[in-house]
């Protein structure tokens, strides 16, 4: 018995929803591989070139010609600077930037987003507009405040202006406001004093937010170049993006075994991602929709 007009009309429209949405996710996938191939060209350049000979490095061909695959380039990199000490102050400074930048903005994210004083949200205000200066204007004044507290050239001169963001403790204060306050005033009820309330409660309901701006702090202070810079004199306090530079001097340019130290360098930064990346993604979302 032939079926009704209604529902051979209706089997058509969901065959051709369906194949709509076939093609649209076909394009979608094509889209992001394409765009996954492009960004990944770089790394795969640089890994490439950490692997050939100098005379030939800067040829079209992309993988290694006659010279063979020189996998020595990277104990190379160890015997011509003291790249691992130039790890651990990097891994180490970057490590305690983290801890104390997650500490004093969760500190002051949680003064302006559950104690309630005057001129609260006008100070905030203050404070989140010193985001629009440059940080090459007060380069400066840093500098010179580093001078007269004679930490020039040491691993405390470098640590010590990267401890206080007001990025993240914007990021956290969006995060501790959508908390219902419901849970304050219970604790309060609880006999919980404020340190208890903030250590106890919102902390931990405020993870995705400290794993998020520990992520960005991490891989920002690792990579950091320019402070660095200007503040460090001697080498043994040198940090990976400094020390590398030997290879890029006067005296000649070594960019097979620049490309194998920059390879290892970045490591930590894979790794922290790579672990973390589902933590950042949700803590960047929820962070950008709550205020």
């Known amino acids: 018995m032939p079926e009704p007009a209604s529902t051979t009309l209706v089997h058509r429209k969901s065959l051709g929803l369906r194949a709509r949405h076939a093609t649209l996710w076909s394009l979608r996938l094509i889209t992001l591989t394409i765009l996954a191939f492009t960004l990944t060209l770089p790394f795969l350049w640089m890994i490439l070139t950490s692997l050939k000979h100098l005379s030939e490095v800067g040829v079209n061909a992309w993988l290694p ?103 993240s403790t914007f990021l956290l204060r969006q995060f501790m406001l959508s908390i ?47 402070w660095p810079l200007v503040m460090l004199k001697s080498d043994h306090t040198y940090t990976l993006p400094i020390g590398l530079l030997a290879f890029d001097s006067t005296a000649g340019q070594a960019t097979h075994l620049l490309m194998a130290g920059v390879a290892m360098s970045v490591i930590p930064m894979i790794i922290v991602f790579v672990l973390m990346q589902k933590q950042l993604i949700a803590g960047i979302q929820v962070g950008a929709v709550k205020g």
Do not use: H
């Open 65 to 167: 010609g006659e010279m063979g695959w020189q996998w020595s380039n990277y104990p190379e990199v160890f015997r011509q600077i003291p790249f691992a000490r130039y790890y651990l102050n990097s891994i180490f400074i970057a490590a305690s930037v983290t801890f104390l930048n997650v500490l004093t903005s969760a500190c002051a994210a949680f003064a302006f987003a559950r104690v309630q004083w005057v001129g609260r949200d006008k100070i905030f205000l203050v404070y989140l507009a010193t985001m629009m200066i440059p940080g090459l204007v007060i380069m400066i004044p840093n500098y010179q405040l580093m001078i007269q507290l004679g930490l020039v050239d040491s691993m405390v001169g470098l640590i010590l202006p990267a401890s206080f963001s007001t990025f």
């Open 180 to 226: 219902p306050r419901s849970i304050d005033e219970a604790a309060e009820i609880d006999g919980a004093s404020p340190w208890q309330l903030f250590w106890e409660i919102i902390l931990p309901l405020a993870r995705p937010g400290l794993v998020t701006v520990t992520i960005i702090t991490f891989m920002g202070t690792y990579s950091s170049f320019f």
